[in-house]
């Protein structure tokens, strides 16, 4: 169309004894004029705007769920023998959790199909685990929820190992009225109902488990579990590897 104008504007002033006529754009060409000239002060109003956004807002959560994770699996690595320097690895724990807790992917841990898997213990406070761990008396020690079955297994590093079973359940309204609604979501009842103690060659013993109470899984996802149980023990698991 640029190349009409022109075409018409040089006849025309021919025609008329070098009279100058003043050609003015097709209204094709100022509606495209005023498009580029809207998409260009579009353009560097959104970029502006965006990148003043990006500056100013927080790190993504998945981001920053990951940082986290890693600190606390970092964390848990570490060995300590003393009752002191336990003391503060649980403190720098807890404060790791109580950050994970409000990016928790799965708010209704304790009915989530999540949970119902095979895990490995990678910490723990319960002194009852932690007396195999630190005697070196066990080998990788691993909990099964499946269904509404839970199974411990401590193995010993020379054969046997010791297997309790129980069966878990989700608190009702009626009879736990003083649970507030975050912690009904998260929280599993327990009640071990029977215990094998195999000493391999010396044989296998049953005997009456004791113990019952709740676990709260404040973190869950699908390659981290974290548990605090109505005793303020932790328990940090990660799925068990097949």
Known sequence: SALLVTAFSTTTTTATSHKQQTVLPLPSQCSTTKLHLFDKLKNI?????????????????????????????????????TNNERKEQRKRIEHLISKMEDLSPTPNSATSSLLR??????????????????????GPITQSIRGNVLNNNIPFKSG????????VSIPDEENNGDIDCQNRQRRT????T????????WGKYNFPPVGEGWFDTVYLD?????????????L????LET
């Open 189 to 192: 009842n327990f009640k071990f």
């Open 160 to 167: 046997g190992g010791l297997g309790v079973e129980g069966s």
């Open 194 to 201: 029977s215990a094998v103690l195999d000493l391999d060659k």
């Open 236 to 239: 940090v698991c990660t799925p």
């Open 117 to 138: 898997k095979d895990w490995l213990l990678t910490w723990t406070t319960e002194k009852e685990i932690n007396f195999f761990i630190d005697w070196n008396l066990s």
């Open 45 to 81: 109003f959104d970029t502006t705007f965006s990148e003043a956004i990006d500056t100013s807002k927080a790190p993504p959560i998945d981001s920053e769920r990951l940082r986290i994770k890693k600190a606390l699996l970092f964390e848990c690595q570490n060995e300590y023998k």
């Open 222 to 234: 699908e390659d981290l579990r974290v548990d605090i149980n109505s005793r303020n023990d932790i």
